[in-house]
């Protein structure tokens, strides 16, 4: 069974830091180019970072660059998101997807993926 999991979700401080995980069961994560979406209530789910499955230039939407990181532990077949700055627009479901074809084209779209995590919730308040 492919599945996709989220952890590391939680709450922080303005300006403070969390880190993501995005891990597979059923599948190897390495041969997936895996984007982030966040999604807030009231509001469409937004595609704001990916990794392609080769090395090569990851991806950030303008909302969260300088702030976030993606990266990839290929050993724990893991992807990682590593938020730092944190705002309290950044408070949403936070959800990894895979692309099989393993590039990050079409990136920001949710149809551009094939399989998703159940998400994690990021709330960042004071």
């Known amino acids: 069974q492919v599945q996709l999991v989220e952890s590391g979700g939680g709450l922080v401080q303005p300006g403070g830091s969390l880190r993501l995980s995005c891990a597979a069961s059923g599948f190897t994560l390495n041969d997936y180019a895996i984007g982030w979406f966040r999604q807030a209530p009231g509001k469409e789910r937004e595609g704001f970072s990916c990794?392609?499955?080769?090395?090569?230039?990851?991806y950030y939407a303008d909302s969260v660059k300088g702030r976030f990181t993606i990266s990839r532990d290929k050993a724990k077949n893991t992807v990682y998101l590593q938020m730092s700055s944190l705002k309290p627009e950044d408070t949403a479901a936070y959800y990894c997807a895979a692309a099989l074809r393993g590039y990050c084209s079409g990136w920001g779209s949710p149809g551009s993926f094939d399989y998703w995590g159940q998400g994690t919730q990021v709330t960042v308040s004071s």
């Open positions: 990794i392609p499955s080769s090395d090569g230039d990851t």
